[in-house]
Structure formats: C-alpha cells, structure tokens
C-alpha cells in the first residue's frame, strides 16, 4: 500500500485546514488508519486514529487535539482525512497519515505498517 498526504500549508491561529490521504494498492476500509505529527525537534506523536468499516471502536483523538480535529474515511476515494480547525501555534508540525494491517484503530506509531511522506502545517501566531 502507498499513501500520499497532502493539504498542508502556512495558515494562522484559528484557521482550519484538511489533510488528505489517497491510498493505492489497498482499501483504506480495511485497514486501521491513523495520523501523526512531527514537531521540529521532537518525536513523532500520534493524533488521531479510526478503525476500519464495521469494526467497534474509535475514533479517538490526543488529547491536545479533542474538540478540534476530525479523522474521517470516504470509502468511494479510498482517502483518509484529518479536519483541523481552530488550529493553534503548537499544532506546527509535519503531519503523517499512516495505515496498519488490522481493522483496529492504532495509537502508537509501531502500530502501523504503511506511511505517507508527511505533508506540513505551519500555524503562525
């Protein structure tokens, strides 16, 4: 499975962005997708995940994010979307879209198998 992120851009404290995740060579439905972001200097934190289609559970959110980001599937363009809004300062950060061999949501990073090349989010004060 391939993904490609994409979406990311330069925007300023409240604005919203959505990120984009195509796959190819697999069906997002059938697989636990997450998000990730990389902060300058830091490690890799997870986001958000969701499971896959007809499965219990998810999604689920950091906790820095609750409230204001959105993981979504659209199935018919086997894309995975992350909706940011009110985004802040600290939200700066290459952000990853990642699938996993299970059904199930995932909220650790070794927990997926496949990863985009990251797409990045400047949030200006």
């Known amino acids: 499975v391939q993904l490609q992120a994409s979406g990311g851009g330069t925007v300023q404290a409240g604005d919203s962005l959505r990120l984009s995740c195509t796959a190819s060579g697999g069906t997002v439905n059938d697989y636990g997708a997450g998000w990730f972001r990389q902060a300058p200097g830091k490690e890799r934190e997870f986001v958000a995940t969701?499971?896959?289609?007809?499965?219990?559970?998810?999604?689920y959110y950091a906790d820095s994010v609750k409230g204001r980001f959105t993981i979504s599937r659209d199935v018919a363009k086997n894309m995975v979307y992350l909706q940011m809004n009110s985004l802040k300062p600290e939200d700066t950060a290459v952000y990853f879209c990642?699938?996993?061999?299970?059904?199930?949501?995932?909220?650790?990073?070794?927990?997926?198998?496949?990863w985009g090349q990251g797409t990045l989010v400047t949030v200006s004060s």
């Open positions: 969701i499971s896959g289609s007809g499965t219990s559970g998810g999604p």
């Open positions: 990642a699938l996993r061999r299970s059904y199930y949501y995932g909220t650790k990073s070794d927990h997926y198998d496949f």
